[in-house]
């Protein structure tokens, strides 16, 4: 079993920040993590990666955050986290949190909601 735990979703004025945190939890010797992301979806529009970091910190971004989203993680507390700053209208949108565990292949959070006011 693999479960993934999004908080931090809210309302936020254009301009402002928000911090997202994604907890992954499994059960088996072998669960591993070997990467996890953001990935949004706004209203009548497919869903999209965010941003994305390996176990080994490797990161990559879509060029619509660059400079103003930040991903981190904690490899020991399997969290992911996304500093979201300078927020526009159009970031308004249901954050996912993904994780993909070796062996295993990929999992999704249930999601966050995200709304940014003008």
């Known amino acids: 079993q693999v479960q993934l735990v999004e908080s931090g979703g809210g309302l936020v004025q254009f301009g402002g920040s928000l911090t997202l945190a994604c907890a992954v939890s499994?059960?088996?010797?072998?669960?591993?993590?070997?990467?996890m992301g953001w990935f949004r979806q706004a209203p009548g529009k497919q869903r999209e990666l965010v941003a994305t970091?390996?176990?080994?910190?490797?990161?990559n971004y879509a060029d619509s955050v660059k400079g103003r989203f930040t991903i981190s993680g904690d490899n020991a507390k399997n969290s992911v986290f996304l500093q979201m700053n300078s927020l526009k209208p159009e970031d308004t949108a249901v954050y996912y949190c993904?994780?993909?565990?070796?062996?295993?292949?990929?999992?999704w959070g249930k999601g966050t909601l995200v709304t940014v006011s003008s």
């Open positions: 499994g059960t088996g010797s072998d669960f591993a993590i070997a990467a």
């Open positions: 993904h994780a993909t565990v070796m062996l295993r292949g990929g999992y």
């Open positions: 970091i390996t176990h080994t910190g490797i990161t």
